[in-house]
């Protein structure tokens, strides 16, 4: 028997959970989230981000964003290839460190208290076209679950959709993880350290401080340096290469315990895409829409105010009552303008622009190792200190 309901959504991150809390804010309509994992928030997605009254009032309540902090910090250290320089910068809000599982939990609960149903371990692996129309999903053993509306928020690793066609942004980058204790601070500084690009490929090293003497750190590879399969590289030995390399960042570690260490290859989607309805009845939301810039952006942040704003709409499409009228051309490019509008959407394609920025000028500064220094204050340092106020 095939299980029926108004809307699906495929993916329980960040934006998936956002769009659902959003749909039952304003209707009563009866949704299904799917989730491939075991449990949702498996997999951790991030620890900073800035404080967002909106989301705060919505999503979850007054004073939520302070209970999951870790530590907050308005403080920037940029540190350049040689160390010689660095720039310091104020950003104009604070980043706060934040735990990543108990983000997700509220988001969990409010789905529990608002009668959305979840269900884990079900991947989706085909939507259902019939008679023209876009009706509903398949999952890996095999149930089927039809729907008017279906929202896509499975990432963008592998997103379904492209699956039809679509190509959506991906940029995979290497990535080392670590959190360790006993680190030698110097004042409760979010420091980045660049590495030069001459052994090791253009990096940054990010130092977020969760105490007076514990950090976890992401090694981020600079999303677009290098196109080659990640895998088999050894990250590890980059990361020692880095320190070794870098007598600032080795001061930091000399007594460091690791707690725990782990690389990985992840994909970040990249730049927003526009058109975020595909196909008929069918919304892309997050990752695979590219709401994140893996320079400089904060995708949990974006993600849950795209989900937020995708939920909302696909609400009122639904209650109209009129669902195939939205999606005849005029009406589909309606629609599409009208997410263009919003603050969140146009808040992407400004942060579009920093990071690309930043990139170029991180790469004019890699262009000649040797004046390193020279090119960190004619290049970096000012874009870094334009593009603060989006750290
Ligand atoms: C290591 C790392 C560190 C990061 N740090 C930060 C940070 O500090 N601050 C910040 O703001 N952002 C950070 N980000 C980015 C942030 O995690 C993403 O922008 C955000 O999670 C995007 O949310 P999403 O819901 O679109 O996608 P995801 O979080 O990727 O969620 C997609 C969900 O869909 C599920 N799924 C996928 N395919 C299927 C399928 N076929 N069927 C069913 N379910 C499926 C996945 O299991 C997953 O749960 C980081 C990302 C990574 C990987």
Known sequence: MKEKY?????????????AAISIKKISDLNILVLEKQANIGERKGGETLKYDKFLEKNLFYPGFFKEITVNATKNYRFHSPSTKHFSEIESTEERLIINW???????????NQNGTTV???????ELIFKDNVYSGVVVADGTNYKSDLIILADGCKNPIINKYGV???VDVCPVLTLKAHNIN???????LFFSNGVDIPPAVVAMFPRSETSVSTDYVQFVGSFKKDY???DI???????RIDNPVLSERFKNAELEYCFTTSLPFGGPVIENIIPKE?????????GHNEATGGSGLITSMKMGYEIGLINAEIHSSGKIEGNFSPGSKNQLIKRIQRTPIFRHLKKLKTVAVNLRNAFFKVLDTPEKVDEKWDSFLAPTLKNAAEFF
């Open 185 to 191: 601070l110097d004042g409760n500084y979010i420091e």
């Open 167 to 169: 190509n959506t942004p």
């Open 236 to 242: 590890k030995s980059w990361w020692k290469k880095i």
């Open 231 to 233: 895998s088999s590289l």
């Open 119 to 125: 269900k884990c371990n079900k991947e989706v692996v």
């Open 6 to 18: 108004d809307i699906i959504i495929v993916g329980a991150g960040p934006a998936g959970l956002s």
């Open 101 to 111: 599982h108990k983000l997700i939990d509220e988001l969990g609960k409010n789905l």
């Open 281 to 289: 009845r069918i919304f892309l939301v997050g990752n695979n829409a």
